[in-house]
């Protein structure tokens, strides 16, 4: 039996995926902290009642769309930027691997660059469900914003009061932003490293339990070294299910490629 080394989560991805949603995030939060003075500058010497308030809606709605198009434009082509990076960070680390433990004397084909049908599933699910979560962060922001503005102008609140609840509202943002570059770092990487397996013929795993992050799971600990059929997955008796090591949100666990040569026979493990 040979155990190769889990493919784990590349901690640069991440870092480099959240700068680009939160640059995004981050112009999309100047334009309206600008639209926003402007309109304040307009509309503190009238009355709200005297239209005031239904122009600063048209002139929100207005924007909102023009945020809406532009994430939804740029959601697309940063999901496939993603999606492409973690296939070639999981392609390239795991045909390391088994080059390493010279897996192509026994009849593993190495070279092949192309993807699999598995591969593409998994890819295509990586780029749907990111352009989902990014466009996803613009709609709640802006939802947020028009909110506070709107409330702001019919109570009376000043500029600096309102931007206040704006920065409040940014933070959260930002921090949706992290886990979800976090999340989808950690998901992208366990389905491609599943896919890639089972296309190089490799059905088993070995479930590794990590404590990365700030919580854990317990059932998650006690299935740390449980081997199981990576394509079914591994039973968490809490979640009453099967599951894929980073399936669940904030899960760090990841799978440890296990080749068993003899199926029930002496076995050499090799970590």
């Known amino acids: 039996m040979i155990a190769l080394k889990p493919v784990r989560p590349p901690i640069a991805l991440e870092r480099a995926y959240h700068r680009k949603i939160r640059k995004?995030?981050?112009e999309m939060n100047e334009s309206l902290?600008?639209?926003l003075r402007q309109v304040y500058r307009e509309i503190e010497p009238q009355v709200v009642g005297d239209g005031a308030?239904?122009?600063?809606?048209t002139r929100i709605r207005r924007l909102v769309a023009e945020w809406e198009k532009r994430f939804e434009d740029e959601a697309y082509?940063?999901?496939?930027w993603f999606g492409n990076q973690s296939r070639e960070y999981v392609a390239?680390?795991?045909?390391?691997?088994m080059r390493k433990s010279k897996l192509?004397?026994?009849g593993f084909d190495l070279k092949f660059s192309y993807m699999s049908q598995?591969?593409?599933?998994?890819f295509g699910a990586i780029v749907a469900e990111n352009v989902n979560l990014i466009k996803s962060i613009a709609s709640q922001h802006l939802t947020n914003v028009t909110g506070v503005v709107l409330r702001g102008i019919e109570t009376g609140h000043d500029l600096s009061t309102v931007t206040k609840s704006l920065k409040e509202s940014f933070g959260v943002s930002e921090r949706r932003a992290a886990m979800i570059a976090r999340d989808q770092t950690n998901k992208?990487?366990?389905n491609l490293t599943r896919a890639r397996l089972l296309t190089y013929g490799v059905e088993k795993g070995r479930w590794m339990h990590t404590s990365s992050g700030k919580t854990y799971r317990d059932s998650h600990v006690e299935m740390d070294g449980e081997v199981y059929d990576i394509n079914q997955g591994c039973y968490d008796p809490d979640y009453g299910d099967y599951i894929q090591p980073a399936e669940l949100v904030n899960c760090h666990c990841v799978c440890v490629p296990v080749i068993d040569f003899n199926q029930g026979g002496d076995t050499d493990d090799n970590t």
């Open 188 to 190: 992208s990487t366990s």
């Open 24 to 26: 995004l995030l981050r």
């Open 33 to 35: 902290y600008d639209n």
């Open 118 to 122: 598995r591969e593409k599933d998994a």
């Open 53 to 57: 308030l239904g122009d600063v809606q």
């Open 104 to 106: 192509a004397q026994v």
């Open 92 to 97: 390239r680390n795991l045909q390391q691997q």
């Open 77 to 80: 082509f940063l999901a496939e």
